[in-house]
């Protein structure tokens, strides 16, 4: 094992916590019916302190199914969290499962772990953590979880399940597009420092202008908001940025208000390729060329995951999901 990896608790674990044999916990989750209530009790509580999970028995034997599922998320209104958000909470009431939501009160590691600490104490079956930070991969490390959860993002370093759209991807396709125009020099809008998604959009762009041999001019940071697209596009702009990356549909508006009041055309002097297909996005002032995210699509697959889960189906599961491109007004090749 890695230096500093956590181990997970196994069958001999729970055997020393408890103070009995493991064949005596193997008996007692097969439900035998020899084991003494006594001996049961002090195997029930041994899982529960040690966040012992080895399957759907394991779980049935220390509490009956509250057919709650729990959501973590941010409190925001985007589109993507709130549209992978309706999927889950139908794909759930389409199976029988309530969901109970709790907003994490930021991004810190002491407020994403009060969320989780929260959920569990609600006696949810399994949780879905739609936080993209990576305080959240914190915050889980420090806790015990004790039921089946996913995340939604794209790393897979939790001990959960992961279903994510592949951000990596979603980036390397935006550079191939400006590069198939013509584009040798390109400029990226990354999203915030600590943000899962933004630095996998980030290492894609990095990654896929090397291989291409273009110039990557220039990365600067936005906070996903149309008035930091429009900011930080001027100091692009007055930089000579002329194709750009922008990691989400609203900083790309932020950045076609920047090249509208610079008296720069687009595409005619400025090509905008944006991040995640918002329903906005093909009404823009120019209709802007983007890298589609299916976030029902998403949501969606995460409940299947953890219905499997709890059915006693599934494996460890790291699920992603290809963006696509969608071209439309917003990039043309370079001017002469």
């Known amino acids: 094992m890695a230096e500093g990896a956590v181990r997970r608790p196994n069958i001999r674990d729970v055997a020393a916590r408890a103070g009995v044999s493991y064949q005596t916990v193997s008996r007692a989750l097969n439900g035998h019916p020899n084991v003494r209530p006594e001996t049961l009790a002090k195997v029930e509580a041994a899982i529960v302190e040690l966040g012992f999970r080895p399957n759907a028995a394991a779980r049935a034997l220390v509490r009956r199914s509250s057919r709650t599922i729990g959501l973590l998320t941010l409190p925001t209104t985007d589109y993507g969290p709130q549209t992978q958000a309706i999927a889950i909470e139908t794909a759930a009431r389409d199976a029988g499962y309530r969901i109970v939501l709790t907003n994490a009160a930021s991004t810190s590691v002491d407020d994403l772990a009060a969320g989780l600490r929260f959920l569990r104490e609600t006696s949810v079956d399994a949780l879905v953590v739609s936080v993209a930070e990576t305080s959240m991969l914190e915050a889980l490390a420090q806790l015990s979880v004790g039921v089946p ?188």
């Open 149 to 336: 959860y996913v995340t939604l993002e794209p790393t897979g370093l939790a001990f959960g399940h992961s279903v994510a759209i592949d951000q990596r991807v979603g980036a390397r396709l935006a550079v191939e597009h400006l590069a198939g125009l013509g584009h040798h020099r390109l400029w990226h809008l990354r999203g915030p420092d600590g943000s899962i998604d933004a630095g996998a959009r980030a290492r894609g762009f990095a990654e896929r202008t090397g291989e291409l041999g273009l110039a990557s001019e220039g990365t600067m940071v936005g906070d996903w908001s149309a008035d930091s697209g429009y900011a930080i596009g001027r100091r692009m702009l007055a930089d000579g940025a002329r194709a750009v990356v922008v990691a989400n549909d609203q900083m790309a508006l932020g950045l076609m208000h920047a090249c509208r009041d610079a008296g720069l055309s687009v595409p005619g002097d400025v090509s905008i390729v944006g991040f995640d297909d918002v329903p906005e996005a093909a009404h823009y002032p120019t209709a802007l060329t983007t890298v589609r995210q299916e976030f029902e699509q998403v949501g969606t697959a995460a409940m299947r995951v953890l219905l499997d889960d709890l059915a006693g189906r599934a494996g460890l599961v790291h699920l992603r999901i290809p963006p696509v491109l969608i071209e439309r007004g917003s990039t043309a090749a370079p001017a002469p």
